[in-house]
Nanobody, 119 residues
Framework: QVQLVESGGGLVQPGGSLRLSCAAS????????MAWYRQAPGKQRELVAG???????NYADSVKDRFTISRDNAKNTGYLQMNNLKPEDTAVYYC?????????????WGQGTQVTVAS
C-alpha cells in the first residue's frame, strides 16, 4: 500500500511564503510524475504545478514566477515552494503522484493540506 502525506500548510499573510512537502511511502518501485493541485471552496480542483522524474516542470499561469516545484527522488518526496502568496492562493493543496508498484502504474493522492493567505 502507498501513502502520500502532505505537510507544511498553514496561515500566512499576503506576500509571505510556505513550503509544502509530500512524502510517499510504501512498496514503491518508482515514482514517475508528481504534481500539486489545489481546490478552493466552491471551485474545481486545478493543477498548480507538475514535475517529471527527470525534473521537467510545468506551472499554472497564475503561479508562474512565484511557486517552484521540486523533488528528491532518493527520498520519494516532492516539494512546492510558494512565495509572494496572495489571498487567491487560499485552498486545500493536494499532492498527486504516478507510482509504479510491481507491474502497474497507479495515481495516488494525499489527504490535502490547508493553505490560507489572509491578513
Amino acid at each position: 500500500q502507498v501513502q502520500l502525506v502532505e505537510s507544511g500548510g498553514g496561515l500566512v499573510q499576503p506576500g509571505g511564503s510556505l513550503r509544502l512537502s509530500c512524502a510517499a511511502s510504501g512498496s514503491i518501485f518508482i515514482i514517475y510524475s508528481m504534481a500539486w493541485y489545489r481546490q478552493a471552496p466552491g471551485k474545481q480542483r486545478e493543477l498548480v504545478a507538475g514535475i517529471t522524474r527527470g525534473g521537467t516542470t510545468n506551472y499554472a499561469d497564475s503561479v508562474k514566477d512565484r511557486f517552484t516545484i521540486s523533488r528528491d527522488n532518493a527520498k520519494n518526496t516532492g516539494y512546492l515552494q510558494m512565495n509572494n502568496l496572495k489571498p487567491e492562493d487560499t485552498a486545500v493543496y493536494y499532492c498527486n503522484a504516478a507510482i509504479k508498484l510491481a507491474t502497474t502504474i497507479t495515481d495516488y493522492w494525499g489527504q490535502g493540506t490547508q493553505v490560507t493567505v489572509a491578513s
